[in-house]
């Protein structure tokens, strides 16, 4: 993938006087195996992130899949230009919870929702850190599976306009990932925003927050030295 390719046309509300944060908390060039990555979710500590955000409104969950064909590779979805809500955008399958289910079949109902994915296949190994949305003020609870093979996929194009898989070496690739520092407008308090710019897309946000732990939680000494935000 060369640089002129990487990024999107997503919208992104930067607001006046934002500056560059710090580098990527990984080596260069780093490998990752799905098999680490289960062994360091089992023993992980999950917390709620402090993103700044107002006391949560409604409950939500999302599910990253992953799966090795060989590389680790996560399945991603593009929001359709004319959704309500961040339109344009990168995220996981998921949304809101409905009466009477766990956040988990919150997660699998989306899926199977939005891409066809057969959640049958799945096996849950984790979950990352909670956060609340700025935006929506949703409190996010993020849930890591694994599947043995490649999954066949269809988009839903009601909620979804296209189904990325994206390996996780493309995200760990040089200047794809960046950390900017915002203040958002009547707050004083200023908080990291995350960006990965892959191939035609820019992921950021939510998505790239969650997908910045997940390599972080992949990578062995990254997993044991990197502070939270």
């Not at 799905?34 to 700044?52: F, K, N, P």
């Not at 998921?94 to 997660?107: F, K, M, N, R, V």
Request: aromatic share 6%; net charge negative; hydrophobic share 35%.
């Amino acid at each position: 993938m060369s640089a002129s390719n990487r990024g999107g046309q997503q919208r992104i509300p930067r607001p006046d006087g934002w500056r560059l944060g710090s580098p990527a908390p990984w080596p260069p060039n780093a490998n990752i195996d799905l098999d680490a990555i289960e062994r360091h979710l089992a023993t992980r500590l999950v917390t709620s992130q402090r993103t700044g955000a107002p006391p949560p409104k409604r409950d939500s969950a999302v599910l990253i899949a992953l799966y090795a064909d060989p590389e680790v590779t996560v399945v991603l979805t593009r929001r359709p230009q004319n959704m309500r809500t961040h339109s344009g955008e990168v995220s996981f399958p998921g949304g809101a919870q409905d009466p009477g289910e766990t956040l988990w079949e919150t997660a699998c109902r989306e899926a199977r929702e939005e891409v066809q994915l057969d959640t049958s296949l799945l096996r849950r190994i984790g979950e990352l850190d909670h956060l609340t949305t700025v935006s929506s003020r949703a409190r996010i609870v993020p849930f890591v599976a694994r599947l043995e093979q490649a999954p066949s996929l269809v988009a839903n194009p009601d909620e979804v306009d296209a189904i990325l898989r994206v390996p996780l070496s493309e995200l760990l690739a040089s200047d794809v990932y960046r950390e900017e520092i915002w203040k958002w407008p009547g707050s004083t308090q200023e908080r990291p925003v995350y960006f990965f710019e892959i191939d035609g897309d820019t992921i950021w946000g939510a998505t790239a927050n969650l997908l910045r732990q997940l390599l972080v939680t992949a990578l062995t000494d990254e997993a044991k030295t990197e502070n939270k935000p």
